[in-house]
């Protein structure tokens, strides 16, 4: 980072990253990015839209102990509602009173109530805890069922934000099947999972029975033949070019 700074300090007003998102952020290295906005004059701002509220009630930055100047929330903050929040040091969020910010929806406040709501029942319910260890035993019945059943499988991401994929070039193929016969046994199954409080015991010991017939399936001959809809799409690798 500090290569990509070096001779530009003078034109980077901030500096934007996620905190975490497939895995822990490397020891240090955020208190390291936040010395280094702060010598170039730039503000760290954190953006938690998908890792907040899900290894601890707030932002992630909380478990690492460094607090960006700025840090952004949705998504969980209200349970689906929709909400958004920045939150923020006084010395930089008092830089909106040199502007003008306009909203047509100043007075709405189902999304505020929805959030004040989500984060009441998140502390009171210990909310991380529990999908931190349903979402361990999800990772663990991709990495068991893939071994039992002898498919390459790359399983990462933190317990609330794990992902899976196949270690081969026919991986599209499989994710596809992967979905497509996930479907046919009742569950929406895909490449990632980010459990919710709602999930229980009883609905791992069913995904793990589902799981295991289905990767059983993916180790049969000319799967090309099974399929009967197009590939799924690579996510947001169709939106960019080389």
């Not at 929040?85 to 929805?114: C, D, H, Y």
């Not at 984060?119 to 009171?124: P, V």
């Not at 046919?184 to 009883?202: D, I, M, N, W």
Request: with cysteine; proline share 4%.
């Amino acid at each position: 980072m500090r290569s990509l700074v070096k001779g530009k300090e003078k034109q980077i007003a901030a500096i934007v990253v996620e905190p975490a998102r497939g895995e822990d952020a490397p020891k240090d290295y955020l208190q390291a990015l936040k010395e280094l906005a702060h010598e170039i004059g730039a503000v760290l701002i954190f953006d938690e839209i998908t890792s907040g509220f899900r290894m601890c009630a707030g932002g992630i930055h909380l478990r690492y102990g460094v607090n960006p100047d700025i840090a952004v929330f949705a998504k969980s903050i209200a349970n689906g509602y929709a909400m958004a929040a920045i939150l923020g040091v006084e010395s930089v969020m008092q830089a909106a009173q040199k502007t003008f910010i306009s909203s047509t929806n100043w007075t709405e406040r189902v999304g505020p109530a929805a959030a004040l709501a989500t984060i009441k029942k998140y502390i009171n319910k210990k909310v991380d805890q529990h999908i931190i260890s349903i979402g361990q035993q999800v990772k663990e019945i991709w990495t068991q069922s893939a071994e039992k059943f002898g498919l390459p499988v790359q399983v990462s991401g933190l317990p609330t934000l794990g992902a899976f994929v196949f270690n081969r070039p026919d991986n599209r193929l499989l994710q596809t099947l992967f979905t497509i016969k996930m479907l046919e046994r009742g569950f929406l199954g895909f490449r990632q999972f980010k459990p919710a409080f709602a999930h229980q015991s009883s609905d791992v010991i069913a995904y793990a029975e589902a799981v295991n017939s289905v990767f059983q399936e993916l180790t049969e001959d000319n799967l090309e033949k099974s399929l009967l809809t197009p590939l799924a799409h690579q996510g947001f690798v169709r939106l960019t070019k080389e």
